[in-house]
């Protein structure tokens, strides 16, 4: 199938490291992404990491990577409240279309 | 910079009505991109264009009616809509289509409500 999986919810405490996890459905998939949404707004480009790479970091965003059991994360490190989103991950599909497949969303809360 | 401008940001239309949504970006990308998202729900694609020629259409129910004048603006034509059809209507664009070029910039949406 083409259900990429997010759990639903995460709560964390300001200044505590957040980890939002996802698994893929494709194995072939070139890159996997990370976005994020705020209420009412678009989605904005977190990072995107390149299938043959293990870890990326940016700034306080870290992405690991284990292709062998097809599942992503993104770490923030020292969250804040303006961090409070939801969080999609999304894998490029590699049959021709390219089209994204969106996971079904993290809603991340941070609390003061 | 890698802004897509989307207009208008609300909409409220009735059934019967004609609309347009505009999405328009200058960073020089040739595929465009809409979706449709229900609330706290994933978005769903619903077309692709690539140099201007539809290259995906999801089986789209044809009240919605995409068009590319150009490189720079993607217009989605509204026609007949259901209330079903009220959702966050977000445009994207990318350098093309395939890997590495297709990292998609999501315009802020419009909000759709059909009465």
């Known amino acids: 199938g083409e259900d990429v999986e997010q759990s639903l919810f995460l709560s964390v405490r300001e200044g505590d490291s957040s980890v939002i996890n996802c698994t893929y459905t494709d194995s072939s998939s070139t890159y996997l992404y990370w976005y994020k949404q705020e209420p009412g707004a678009g989605l904005q480009l977190l990072t995107y990491i390149f299938s043959n790479m293990d870890m990326k970091q940016d700034q306080r965003l870290t992405v690991l990577l284990n292709k062998k059991d097809k599942h992503l994360s993104l770490r923030i490190a020292d969250t804040q409240t303006g961090d409070s989103a939801i969080y999609f991950c999304a894998e490029s599909i590699t049959t021709g279309t390219y089209k994204y497949i969106f996971g079904t969303g993290t809603r991340l809360k941070v609390l003061a | 910079d890698t802004e897509v401008t989307q207009t208008p940001k609300h909409l409220v239309m009735g059934m019967t009505n004609k609309k347009s949504l505009k999405c328009e970006q200058h960073m020089g990308h040739r595929a465009m991109y809409w979706y449709k998202q229900k609330a706290k729900k994933p978005p769903e694609l619903m077309f692709v264009y690539s140099y201007e020629k539809l290259s995906i259409n999801e089986s789209v129910p044809s009240r919605f009616s995409p068009e590319c004048p150009n490189s720079s603006l993607l217009n989605l034509h509204l026609h007949a809509l259901q209330p079903e059809d009220s959702a966050l209507y977000l445009c994207?664009?990318?350098?093309?289509?395939?890997?590495?070029?297709?990292?998609?910039?999501f315009g802020a949406g419009t909000r759709l409500s059909v009465l």
């Open positions: 994207a664009s990318s350098l093309g289509q395939g890997p590495p070029k297709n990292i998609q910039y």
